[in-house]
């Protein structure tokens, strides 16, 4: 797994929005497939959104479809997730992960297996009034 680093993450009520980044740290996502994971308190980590990097293809959870967006940021070489409607249940630290391959998103839900080592900080997003 490469060194990739999650920002955007904060405090919103319900019904609000928030833009998280992933960035690599040090070098360009612009090639990679890029996924975004998030656990909350108490619950597995699981895999939520996916952009493939020959196509800019999009998987989405259901849990967040609709909802929330996952795009390329060619400006900052980085992967952004534009969530919008945000619920309590949204509220978890969400992760990021990338891989070179084009069929890592046929299959990216696999990742939130991976050990404490595989993933970076993280950014905390809590949905609260």
């Known amino acids: 797994q490469v060194q990739l680093v999650e920002s955007g993450g904060g405090l919103v009520q319900p019904g609000g929005s928030l833009r998280l980044s992933c960035a690599g740290s040090g070098y360009s996502l612009d090639l990679y497939s890029v996924a975004w994971f998030r656990q909350a308190p108490g619950k597995e980590r699981e895999g939520i959104s996916c952009i493939r990097n020959n196509d800019e293809a999009t998987w989405y959870a259901n849990s967040v479809k609709g909802r929330f967006t996952i795009s390329r940021d060619f400006a900052k070489h980085a992967v952004s997730l534009q969530m919008n409607s945000l619920k309590s249940e949204d509220t978890a630290v969400y992760y990021c992960?990338?891989?070179?391959?084009?069929?890592?998103?046929?299959?990216?839900?696999?990742?939130?297996?991976?050990?404490?080592?595989?993933w970076g900080q993280g950014t905390q997003v809590t949905v609260s009034s």
């Open positions: 992960a990338a891989d070179p391959s084009h069929i890592y998103c046929n299959s990216y839900e696999e990742a939130a297996n991976e050990g404490d080592d595989y």
